[in-house]
């Protein structure tokens, strides 16, 4: 991996791999539990936008020193108490700015998270395509303890859980092992002690080898289908198969197929 030194920041480094295919953001404020303050948010943007914009295919977030994100940076959101609504709004919706700029990002998130993930943590592993957690990772929503509710990161977690097990979560603040998080729904992987940067990598690997057309063309049909009933959902999805299907890059992947040959998109053996 190569640093992106322009990209980097003094609490987020983002790096890529050789061939270009895979940008890693990584939060880098292990003192504070890599919570979100300003200059991580500002980062994970730019990182966001350079990835869409660039030939990779997979954004991997993840946190420095053993832990994912701890949520927002309390002592930077109280530098608002007793300014007017405009300063609270800016300061405390932040977290919803980079969802919505990761889910119309042409490329697959995913989330490596050891240590805690809480709070705004959990929204943004939440609303990542795929997570690979460390089987000793812990996740939570606690801000309930300061009087805050975890409202941003409530779209992403009710999107992945079942609604009653996601409400004990949001209202109690109690903090889940990795393996009921896993059982409600928010893991993709788990990984043992000592696997867990080999489970990370090799599923991005299987990632970043899919053809960039169906990863750009998938990711927006599953968001769009995700909310329509089920005959609206068919009806374009036959639209999207053809549209994927007609693509030069498909055309290439069956013609290599046959040939026993790798596509032209590239791959990683």
């Known amino acids: 991996m190569e640093e992106k030194t322009e990209l980097s920041n003094d609490a987020l480094r983002v790096a890529e791999s050789d061939d270009g295919l895979a940008v890693r953001a990584t939060i880098d404020r292990p003192e504070a539990q890599n ?12 990182a966001i936008e350079y990835a869409d914009e660039s030939d990779a295919r997979v954004l991997v977030l993840r946190g420095a020193g053993g832990t994912f994100c701890s949520g927002g940076d309390l002592s930077e959101m109280s530098g608002v108490i007793g300014e007017d609504s405009t ?10 700015l980079v969802v ?14 050891e240590g805690y993930c809480l709070a705004g943590g959990l929204g943004l592993a939440s609303a ?20 805050l509710f975890p409202a941003q990161a409530m779209a992403p977690i009710m999107r992945s859980v079942d609604q009653k097990a996601g409400l004990k979560l949001l209202f109690t603040g ?37 053809s960039p057309v169906l990863i750009d063309v998938g990711k927006e049909a599953y968001y769009t289908q995700r909310d329509m009933g089920f005959q609206e959902a068919l009806s374009y999805l036959r639209e999207i198969i053809t549209i994927v299907a007609m693509s030069d890059a498909t055309e290439e992947g069956i013609n290599s197929f046959l040939m026993d040959e790798d596509p032209d998109w590239e791959v990683r053996e």
């Open 100 to 113: 919505e700029e990761m889910v119309d990002a042409s490329v697959l998130t995913v989330a490596a998270v």
């Open 35 to 46: 919570s979100l303050n300003e200059p991580v948010i500002r980062g994970l943007l730019d």
């Open 174 to 210: 109690e903090h889940v092992d990795a393996e009921e998080a896993d059982d409600m729904g928010l893991v993709t992987e788990l990984a043992p002690d000592g696997e867990f940067d080999e489970r990370l990598d090799g599923l991005v690997d299987q990632l970043v080898n899919n």
């Open 87 to 96: 300063a609270y709004r800016e300061q405390f919706s932040s977290l919803s």
């Open 128 to 147: 990542c395509e795929f997570v690979v957690a460390h089987e000793e990772a812990e996740f939570g929503t606690p801000e309930v303890d300061v009087g």
